[in-house]
T-cell receptor, first 111, second 110 residues
Framework: DGGITQSPKYLFRKEGQNVTLSCEQN?????MYWYRQDPGQGLRLIYY???????QKGDIAEGYSVSREKKESFPLTVTSAQKNPTAFYLC??????????FGPGTRLTVL | DAKTTQPTSMDCAEGRAANLPCNHSTISGNEYVYWYRQIHSQGPQYIIH???NNETNEMASLIITEDRKSSTLILPHATLRDTAVYYCIVSPHTGNQFYFGTGTSLTVIP
């Protein structure tokens, strides 16, 4: 959505390298989320954060790490421990844990 | 795990109403029904949500059965731009666990 930006839209990395995906929002939302989507599948929750300096694991957190040092930013690092990192990554935010607003996504390809 | 069941795919003629069903037989009393849609390679877009009353906004109408075990999203006059995957989600209004299943792939036919 207009208030959430993810960059870049496409990202290529070599196997074994860590990579950080950015997510920024100017909606003044407290909660932020990271999802992963594989072809033909629904979204799966990786991590979420309800407030600055706090975050929780979702259903598939292994191989990922996050930080929430600022309200506006929730970067996701895909580490070399993630076995199948190639996927479409979506960031979302919400004002009060209700409806979530999504960014345009980053398509990560690990070669 | 997703708590909803949706048909895998549906077709609708352009200009006609698209009725997308969703079963959520295990819904709890504090859980809302949310609908999102995702156009190919974009982020999901919020459409509408409701608890037990029917809801309508500029995009769609949401009809929830009296027992709340199923709902229908209605797009009153489907256009080609409504072709997308539609997700039905149940979640507490103050929760944060949105479980996206595989949704319904709606194709609007000219």
């Amino acid at each position: 959505d207009g208030g959430i930006t993810q960059s870049p839209k496409y990202l290529f990395r070599k196997e074994g390298q860590n990579v950080t995906l950015s997510c920024e929002q100017n909606l003044n939302h407290d909660a932020m989320y990271w999802y992963r989507q594989d072809p033909g599948q629904g979204l799966r929750l990786i991590y979420y954060s309800q407030i600055v300096n706090d975050f929780q694991k979702g259903d598939i957190a292994e191989g990922y790490s996050v930080s929430r040092e600022k309200k506006e930013s929730f970067p996701l690092t895909v580490t070399s421990a993630q076995k199948n990192p190639t996927a479409f990554y979506l960031c979302a935010s919400s004002i009060d844990d209700s409806e979530q607003f999504f960014g345009p996504g980053t398509r990560l390809t690990v070669l | 795990d997703a708590k909803t069941t949706q048909p895998t795919s549906m077709d609708c003629a352009e200009g006609r109403a698209a009725n997308l069903p969703c079963n959520h037989s295990t819904i709890s009393g504090n859980e809302y029904v949310y609908w999102y849609r995702q156009i190919h390679s974009q982020g999901p877009q919020y459409i509408i949500h409701g608890l037990k009353n029917n809801e309508t906004n500029e995009m769609a109408s949401l009809i929830i059965t009296e027992d709340r075990k199923s709902s229908t999203l209605i797009l009153p006059h489907a256009t080609l731009r409504d072709t997308a995957v539609y997700y039905c989600i149940v979640s507490p209004h103050t929760g944060n666990q949105f479980y996206f299943g595989t949704g319904t792939s709606l194709t609007v036919i000219p």
